[in-house]
Structure formats: structure tokens, C-alpha cells
């Protein structure tokens, strides 16, 4: 199990360096004014730097005289908070009704879904503190219309991500995918669920 954990440990710096590493090589070689293309007209490499929450937080810094690093801060330990909460209350629960077995029972996609929404988070971060915000440089655009004074007009629509936000929508679908699991559990044991209300000592469920 410990070699598992040392994978675990190396998928969750190898994500970070990854973005990070697509950052450095963006930042250096790429300027605002390129637009390379990837898939015909619809994913291209255009770096946007998102520094809305930085410019909030330096907003905040201003109002009340504080360092704009505690906010940063602050915002780092309100998303990190947010993200784990579900978890651990998910584990706590598990361990609570069906004991140390059923918590091991989903073990490596815990493990997974982990290292990829703490990755993001990490990355998320750094930006902060390092970049000045999220420097955002694959871009996906599509063809839409929009009413512009009663009139129809073809305009081009554009979403900007980074890897970390790759890294945070997976993990948040296998969070999805656990609870799921989790339910499904708790359906299957529904009369231990009950009796272990009742009764906090029982711990045994059906597989």
C-alpha cells in the first residue's frame, strides 16, 4: 500500500509541474497577440491572464489597510476548505456507519480524485501569488448569435482555461462518481444505516 501512496504522491506533483511547466513555456514564447491554432478554428493557444481574484483580493487589501497577501491567503484557505469539507465528510460518514473496511473500500479513487482537485488548487494558488492571477492560455471558441438592437449578429464566443481547471473538473467528476457510489451504499444498507443510529457499536454492511 505504501508504494501505492508514493504514486499517489508522484501523479500529484507531476500535475503541478505540468501546468506550471506549460506556463513557463506560454509566458516565454507565446504573446498576447499569437493565436495558435490546434483544432481548426475551435481550440487555439491564446494566453489571457484571469486576475479577478487577485484584483478583488487587492480591492479588500486597500479597504481595510491589510496586507494583500492575507487575503490571498484567505482565499486560499476558503477554496481549500470548500473542496475538502465534502470529502472528509464523505470519509467520516462511511467510517461512522460501516467502519475501517467500507473506508478502504474506494481507497485509489479517493486517492486520485485528491491529487487532482488538490493539484488545481495548488496551481490555482500560485497563480496568486506568483503569476498575478490564472494565466489562462487554451482557449476554445465557437460561432453564436447575439440581438444587438432588435438585430441578429454572428459574433465569435471565447472560454479561456488552464491545465489546473482540467485538473479540478476531473477530480470534481469523480467526486460526483463517488457520491454516487456512496448513495448507492447507503441504499443497499439502509436498515444498517438505521439500526446503527440506534445502535453506534455495529459496523458491519453488505459489500
Known amino acids: ?32 497577440e499569437d493565436n495558435i491554432l490546434l483544432v481548426s478554428n475551435t481550440v487555439h493557444i491564446h494566453p489571457i491572464l484571469n486576475d479577478e481574484c487577485v484584483l478583488q483580493c487587492s480591492q479588500m487589501a486597500e479597504k ?10 484567505l482565499d486560499a484557505l476558503k477554496k481549500t476548505l470548500s473542496l475538502s469539507i465534502p470529502i ?3 470519509i467520516l460518514g462511511r467510517k461512522f456507519f460501516f467502519g475501517d473496511k467500507a473506508v ?25 501569488f506568483f503569476w498575478g492571477g490564472s494565466l489562462d492560455f487554451i482557449c476554445i471558441s ?32 469523480l467526486l460526483v462518481f463517488r457520491s454516487i457510489l456512496e448513495i ?11 439500526e446503527k443510529l440506534k445502535h453506534p457499536t455495529k459496523t458491519n454492511y453488505h459489500e
Do not use: E, P
Not at 508504494?3 to 500529484?12: A, D, E, H, M, N
Not at 509541474?17 to 506549460?22: I, M
Open 88 to 90: 472528509l465528510l464523505g
Open 142 to 173: 465557437w460561432d453564436d448569435t447575439l440581438q444587438i438592437n432588435g438585430v441578429l449578429q454572428n459574433i465569435v464566443r471565447h472560454k479561456s482555461f488552464d491545465l489546473k481547471d482540467f485538473y479540478v473538473y476531473i477530480g470534481m467528476v
Open 184 to 194: 448507492l451504499v447507503y441504499i443497499q444498507n439502509k436498515d444498517i444505516v438505521t
Open 1 to 32: 500500500m505504501k508504494k501505492r501512496y508514493w504514486l499517489f504522491l508522484l501523479l500529484f506533483f507531476v500535475l503541478i509541474v505540468l501546468d506550471q511547466g506549460a506556463k513557463l513555456l506560454v509566458s516565454n514564447f507565446v504573446t498576447v
Open 104 to 128: 478502504k473500500k474506494y481507497t485509489i479513487l479517493t486517492a486520485i480524485m485528491i491529487c487532482f482537485i488538490m493539484s488545481g488548487l495548488i496551481c490555482h494558488i500560485v497563480g496568486d
Open 64 to 73: 481595510t489597510n491589510v496586507s494583500l497577501y492575507f487575503w490571498l491567503l
